[in-house]
């Protein structure tokens, strides 16, 4: 396929032709599955996991591409890449999660009252960190709950989420070094 009909049968997709989408996923599938492979070496649970995420995300964002910035597969590679990105990040923070609950369980841990720390932290935060901190953790709403809240997408919600996170992470450990 071509340069110009490949850009014909993307905008094809764009309109909504599940004809259109299929040729491009067919197209396209061998190339993404081995790049990756290449991405998760021996994991190849994880390659068909950034295989399949790559392909719903691009179903969901198809309207986003723009052939004159790059290629579709480039595009679709990029998709990946941010994917396995999300997941190394994911994993080293579980990894993390696990090993702070270990230590914290092996101590003796006493707490007569809540940490006012945990508020303090909260409150010097921007509004819009401490919506999102306390719609997923003291409210309990998901990803997708939060993002109909507050008409946005999941991934922005998601992004917004890591860096009320980090900021919190500073201010509690600011207000801890200064106890």
Not at 17 to 33: I, M
Request: some cysteine.
């Amino acid at each position: 396929m071509d340069t110009d009909s490949e850009t014909f049968v993307i905008r094809a997709a764009q309109d909504g032709s599940e004809q259109a989408w299929r040729q491009l996923f067919e197209r396209h599938f061998d190339a993404v599955y081995r790049f990756c492979v290449a991405l998760a070496g021996a994991r190849h649970d994880l390659a068909e996991e950034l295989t399949q995420q790559a392909f719903v995300t691009a179903a969901r964002r198809i309207h986003r591409f723009d052939p004159s910035r790059a290629t579709f597969r480039a595009w679709l590679f990029g998709i990946v890449k941010n994917r396995q990105m999300a997941i190394r990040t994911s994993e080293q923070r579980r990894k993390r999660h696990e090993e702070s609950s270990a230590k914290r369980s092996s101590e003796t841990v006493r707490q007569e009252e809540p940490d006012l720390r945990v508020h303090e932290a909260l409150a010097r935060l921007p509004s819009r960190y401490r919506m999102v901190l306390e719609a997923k953790y003291l409210r309990g709403l998901s990803m997708k709950e939060i993002a109909a809240d507050n008409s946005a997408s999941i991934e922005a919600i998601e992004s917004l989420l890591r860096r009320a996170r980090a900021g919190f992470a500073r201010e509690y450990e600011q207000i801890r070094t200064l106890d």
